[in-house]
């Protein structure tokens, strides 16, 4: 379904990868692992389509991204480094706002039973700037899960977040994979994955 | 993408941005007494001179109008771009181009409409007669969208830029350079009887242009930006 063909990523004067092929199929999940500063977080950005390689071409379902252009993002969720909230609003604002910003509105209940699912029951209408970073990050997960996207890029999702809610996560990850999905993510730590065809790319500095 | 769908992604982003200034109230009202404390120096600074009151009075109140919208530009796109909403934005199904829309809508109707719905009590302090505050109102109503959108160009291309406030200014106030001079020539072509309609006209035909090119140069900047 998503695939890389040669792609090389220059930042500054620096290569940071060249000649990087791959492909993730329906209900598999690959997980990109490098040092810091070796590209882990330009490659998921080209994979969306925020950065342009400099060379090479991503695919999904066969056809170049840049071609696709809205089709392809209505397939897709990203989860950056920045979690994306509202510090002034709730956080099933923040929810329902995002999710009708990104074009696929969600009633007012789903809004919650995701924040629920996400560890953060009783909290829904709380101004997010007095959640913790963990909590943060919740939210932004919630708005993933409704997304209901074939696609996941997640960089460096467990950032703050506490065992259980990593073992949460790698439960959904699996669940989104198990339905057919596909994830494509980064992490420093280990996610305990049950997910069989995991797939390990190693990116060099 | 259905119509539908455009108008429900440009209607979310408006909600957001009003919801938003909801919670920040000193945003929105910082530009409010921008503009009512500059116009009310000039009275004072001046004096009771009532027809030079009158005359320098449309200039007064456009060029204050102008330095307001200005002041407001920063926050347009700069807390989406630092917590990575505008990154969420980029990467929606919506096009980029009408959420940007949206954004610049809510910036008018928070920024451009009041300050047009006060110009004609502050048009009072310069004794401008009855006609000539309607006349005022006309151009400030068609010209401070038309200020929004070229703003919103500024706002992008200096995103990320260290210093941008001061950068913003120097793109953006050349750029509203024809905006001021027909909105507050409209005001003394009317009071020397050569009718406002011509002025009013051309401002009509800068804020068509701008609404068509703006969103889309626009949206450039802001993807420039993002990588």
């Not at chain 2, 109008?65 to 990467?91: I, K, P, W």
């Not at chain 2, 009071?191 to 068509?212: C, Q, T």
Request: charged share 15%; with cysteine.
């Amino acid at each position: 379904m998503l695939e890389a063909d040669n792609l090389e990523c220059v930042r500054g004067d620096r290569s940071l990868f060249r000649d990087l092929s791959f492909r993730v199929d329906g209900g598999q999940c690959l997980l990109v692992s490098g040092l810091n500063g070796s590209g882990k977080t330009s490659l998921l950005r080209i994979l969306c389509g925020l950065l342009a390689p400099m060379h090479g071409t991503v695919r999904w379902r066969g056809q170049p991204i840049r071609a696709l252009g809205d089709a392809y993002r209505s397939e897709l969720s990203y989860l950056g480094h920045l979690s994306a909230v509202k510090e002034e609003l709730s956080a099933a604002e923040n929810v329902e706002v995002a999710s009708a910003l990104a074009g696929r509105s969600v009633p007012a209940q789903a809004a919650r039973s995701a924040l629920a699912e996400a560890g953060l029951r009783r909290r829904e209408d709380l101004p997010v700037r007095v959640l913790s970073q963990g909590q943060k990050r919740r939210v932004a997960l919630a708005r993933l899960l409704l997304g209901g996207s074939t696609l996941w890029l997640l960089d460096e999702p467990v950032t703050a977040l506490d065992a259980d809610a990593v073992k949460w996560l790698a439960g959904e990850i699996d669940r989104h994979v198990a339905r057919g999905g596909v994830a494509v993510l980064t992490s420093h730590q280990d996610l305990p994955l049950a997910t069989a065809p995991l797939q390990t790319l190693r990116l060099r500095a | 993408m259905s119509e539908a769908s455009l108008w429900n992604g440009f209607s979310a982003a408006v909600r957001r941005d009003l919801l938003l200034a909801m919670r920040r109230k000193s945003d929105v009202l910082t530009t409010l007494f921008f503009f009512v404390i500059v116009t009310s120096l000039f009275p004072l600074g001046i004096g009771p001179e009532t027809d030079m009151l009158r005359r320098i009075a449309p200039g007064v109140l456009w060029v204050s109008a102008l330095l307001a919208t200005m002041l407001s530009l920063n926050r347009l796109f700069a807390a989406d771009y630092v917590d990575g909403t505008l990154e969420q934005m980029a990467l929606s199904a919506v096009p980029l181009g009408v959420l940007v829309a949206g954004k610049v809508a809510a910036h008018w109707l928070l920024a451009g409409l009041p300050l047009t719905l006060l110009a004609p009590v502050l048009g009072l302090q310069f004794d401008m007669a009855p006609r000539s505050l309607a006349v005022m109102v006309a151009s400030l109503a068609i010209g401070t969208p038309v200020l929004s959108l070229i703003g919103a160009i500024g706002a992008a291309l200096t995103l990320g830029v260290r210093g941008g406030g001061v950068l913003v200014s120097l793109l953006v106030l050349p750029l509203y350079v024809p905006a001021l001079i027909f909105g507050a020539g409209a005001v003394e072509a009317d009071v020397s009887g050569l009718g406002s309609g011509a002025h009013l006209s051309l401002l009509a035909a800068m804020l068509a242009v701008a609404g068509f090119f703006a969103p889309w140069a626009t949206t450039a900047a802001l993807r420039i930006a993002l990588e």
